[in-house]
């Protein structure tokens, strides 16, 4: 068994990192850093409790960390990680500028250790879905390809997502799995232009946006916003065979706040209702949701420890994934369309 520590005990520590880490049959979780000691402890009796981050990283006992603690210290902390020989899984976005990405992936690189982010939301059942479709060629060539994350949070929150800093607010946060999801079906981008914004009253950080990722003969719009109280569009592909179009968001989530186990049946399965539709020139089709699996994720982490597999999610399209969260920031602030010079489009669906 992989002994597994957490740092942090927070929204994604509580409600993905530790259901996905307990259910798994190749790791034990053995500790967690967090101030809220009594809580942990009423939660997880048998398991060792640290007061610092620092203190769990150096305690020795440990084969795999999560960090899930806030994102500017990400970095310090995974270096930290790695400098003492332990495989790391860091919550997205990896660290708030692509300069540290690249950094703790040489260190992994040099120390010859396992470090992954996770972009768990590849494991959506609806993104499953459309890389199916794509994969199938029912919707011909790709022109034109949405990506939405709306809410209805008109409210500004107390928590440190929501407030001013490196790597807050909606485009790191929200945003990341978008990036990540668009270039692991399209490779990068030749270009962006990106509007990122503060909208709500008192906002200290973005909390909408608006991302065009260029591409030859393909155009992709990653949008958020805060104020969508209607049912929200997921996805919308148009292509020269016909469109896709899903509405509300993969069911995994809710399912964990609501205690299902990752190892039941019926988990990632999402209702006949909010199935997607294919539409053709003369006919619309319902399209059956693929399961969704977080818990593959963590099945992968656990072969690329013990057995050499492959990282679920390389860290160097983490680093992909910040530079364009970098350049979207810089549009938006400039008012122009930014070239990605480092370009090299590929093709994941072989």
């Known amino acids: 068994?992989?002994?597994?520590?957490?740092?942090?005990?927070?929204?994604s520590a509580k409600t993905f990192h530790i259901p996905?880490?307990?259910?798994?049959?190749?790791?034990?979780?053995?500790?967690?850093?967090?101030?809220?000691?009594?809580?942990?402890?009423?939660?997880?009796?048998?398991?060792?409790?640290?007061?610092t981050a620092q203190a769990?990283?150096?305690?020795?006992?440990?084969?795999?960390?999560v960090i899930t603690a806030p994102n500017n210290v990400h970095y310090s902390l995974a270096k930290l990680c790695l400098e003492h020989g332990i495989?790391?899984?860091?919550?997205?976005?990896?660290?708030?500028?692509?300069?540290?990405?690249?950094?703790?992936?040489?260190?992994?690189?040099?120390?010859?250790?396992?470090?992954?982010?996770?972009?768990?939301?590849?494991?959506?059942?609806?993104?499953?879905?459309?890389?199916?479709?794509?994969?199938n060629n029912q919707l011909g060539d790709v022109r034109y390809f949405e990506s939405h994350y709306d809410r209805f949070?008109?409210?500004?929150?107390?928590?440190?997502?929501?407030?001013?800093?490196?790597?807050?607010?909606?485009?790191?946060?929200?945003?990341?799995?978008?990036?990540?999801?668009?270039?692991?079906?399209?490779?990068l981008p030749e270009a962006l232009t990106a509007r990122c914004l503060p909208l709500r009253a008192n906002s200290q950080t973005?909390?909408?946006?608006?991302?065009?990722?260029?591409?030859?003969?393909?155009?992709?719009?990653?949008?958020?916003?805060?104020f969508s109280a209607a049912p929200n569009m997921r996805f919308r592909i148009e292509g020269t065979k016909g469109s896709f179009i899903k509405y509300g968001f993969d069911p995994q989530e809710e399912q964990l706040k609501k205690g299902i186990s990752?190892?039941?049946?019926?988990?990632?399965?999402?209702?006949?209702?909010?199935?997607?539709?294919?539409?053709?020139?003369f006919s619309s089709t319902a399209i059956e949701t693929e399961q969704g699996c977080y818990k593959?994720?963590?099945?992968?982490?656990?072969?690329?420890?013990?057995?050499?597999?492959?990282?679920p999610v390389n860290p160097a399209d983490a680093v992909e994934v910040l530079k364009i969260l970098e350049l979207a920031e810089i549009s938006s602030e400039s008012g122009k369309k930014m070239m990605i010079s480092t370009a090299k489009n590929y093709d994941r669906l072989k």
């Open 206 to 226: 973005t909390d909408y946006f608006h991302v065009q990722l260029h591409y030859e003969n393909l155009e992709v719009v990653l949008h958020a916003s805060s």
């Open 153 to 187: 949070r008109p409210i500004v929150r107390q928590r440190w997502r929501e407030q001013a800093g490196k790597g807050s607010g909606i485009w790191f946060d929200l945003g990341s799995h978008l990036v990540d999801q668009a270039i692991n079906i399209f490779g």
């Open 20 to 51: 996905l880490i307990e259910t798994s049959e190749y790791m034990e979780l053995v500790a967690i850093n967090s101030s809220q000691k009594e809580l942990v402890r009423e939660q997880h009796p048998n398991i060792a409790i640290f007061d």
């Open 87 to 135: 495989n790391v899984v860091i919550e997205k976005p990896m660290v708030t500028t692509s300069v540290e990405a690249q950094e703790l992936v040489d260190l992994a690189k040099k120390q010859g250790l396992l470090l992954s982010v996770f972009h768990n939301r590849r494991w959506d059942g609806d993104f499953l879905t459309v890389k199916k479709l794509l994969k």
């Open 262 to 281: 990752p190892i039941n049946s019926l988990y990632g399965v999402e209702n006949e209702e909010n199935y997607g539709r294919l539409y053709s020139e």
């Open 56 to 65: 769990l990283i150096t305690s020795g006992n440990l084969e795999l960390i």
């Open 1 to 11: 068994m992989i002994k597994v520590g957490v740092i942090g005990y927070g929204y």
């Open 296 to 311: 593959q994720y963590y099945l992968e982490i656990a072969q690329a420890i013990k057995l050499g597999g492959c990282n």
